[in-house]
């Protein structure tokens, strides 16, 4: 077998510093190179890093032959709420981004690639609740469209020029390495800050708002499982359903105060209320089970312990 060389693009984000260790695990640290617009921070410095800026398309390329690249990751992209504040430059980096990165598949006849699509590429009309693999979708956000119109490029590329692109559509990640990135379910992730540092919390969304959520370490699972599973087991070339557990902010809280009495929660909700209630409440996703055996392992539950149990050591190298 030849060697494989990963390429991660947006490796500074909230899911890539986690997903690069676990790549490291897979194919060691010197064949996996990291990248991203800015410098690395924390473990990232630890492994092959370079700048890199996916929109600058000579570049990419270049630095995929100059590498013998033969798989990418790529995660560079601007998240739900900060698209609806600069939405021609979401669509251009969500956008641009890709295709550059799927032409490089064709240009370098790349192994595999994968791109994240997320629950935001659903709409208000969609079925809100066990929503189904192949359903409506009509999203409302520029993140969301952007994520709509990259699963079908995804799937034009496979049948047109023979990529294989495997893609998951995301819905809330939670860790505790990076800080939140934007994103209107990262209430789930500065929660876990504020109940350590200041023992309050205000949301900005309403108490009963129900997402879909997942654990960091089950999105790296789920990634990593779907990428080495076999060509033959990946059926859906858009992009694949996912889910771990669904809960609101007031169960998160009620989680955490089994932990820290003292914490509070109250509630302002903002423009974010509006991209949360188009989203889904619950998510299907039996195909991914059925087609490549994805089983997560963390709920609320274990979860919560599991953040709150590593969280303030990291706190505390930051004080």
């Known amino acids: 077998m030849k060697t494989q060389k990963i390429l991660v693009i947006g490796a500074g984000g909230q899911l890539g510093s986690e997903l690069v260790q676990g790549l490291w695990k897979l194919y060691g640290k010197e064949n996996v190179f990291a990248t991203d617009i800015k410098d690395p921070q924390g473990i990232l410095s630890q492994g092959n890093f370079e700048i890199l800026d996916v929109l600058k398309q000579k570049h990419l390329f270049e630095f995929i032959q100059k590498n013998k690249i033969t798989q990418v990751y790529h995660l560079a992209a601007v998240l739900s709420a900060t698209g609806e504040k600069n939405p021609k430059f979401a669509w251009h980096l969500n956008m641009d981004g ?46 969301g469209i952007t994520k709509l119109a990259g699963e079908r490029w995804c799937d034009w590329y496979f049948r047109n020029k023979g990529v294989d692109v495997r893609s998951l559509r995301y819905p809330g990640l939670i860790g505790y390495k990076t800080k939140p990135g934007g994103g209107t379910t990262d209430y789930a992730v ?60 007031s169960e998160i809280a009620g989680e955490i105060k089994k932990h820290i009495p003292e914490f509070t929660i109250s509630y302002n909700p903002d423009f974010r209320q509006a991209i949360a209630d188009s989203w889904p409440k619950s998510i299907d996703d039996s195909r991914a ?31």
């Open 289 to 319: 089970r059925q087609d490549w055996g994805w089983r997560h392992q963390f709920g609320l539950a274990e979860m919560t312990k599991e953040i709150l149990k590593h969280l303030p050591a990291l706190l505390a190298q930051e004080a």
């Open 98 to 143: 890709l295709v550059h990165v799927l032409d490089a598949a064709v240009e370098f006849k790349l192994d595999k690639v994968y791109w994240p699509s997320s629950i935001a590429a659903f709409g208000p009309t969609t079925p809100k609740h066990n929503t189904p693999q192949d359903t409506i979708m009509d999203p409302t956000t520029i993140y």
């Open 190 to 249: 500065d929660i876990f800050f504020k109940a350590l540092t200041e023992k309050k919390f205000e949301c900005f969304l309403k108490p009963d708002t129900y997402l879909p959520m997942m654990y960091m370490d089950d999105a790296v699972k789920a990634t990593l499982d779907l990428m080495e599973a076999p060509a033959a087991k990946v059926k859906t070339r858009s992009s694949y359903n996912i889910s771990a557990m669904s809960f609101s902010p």
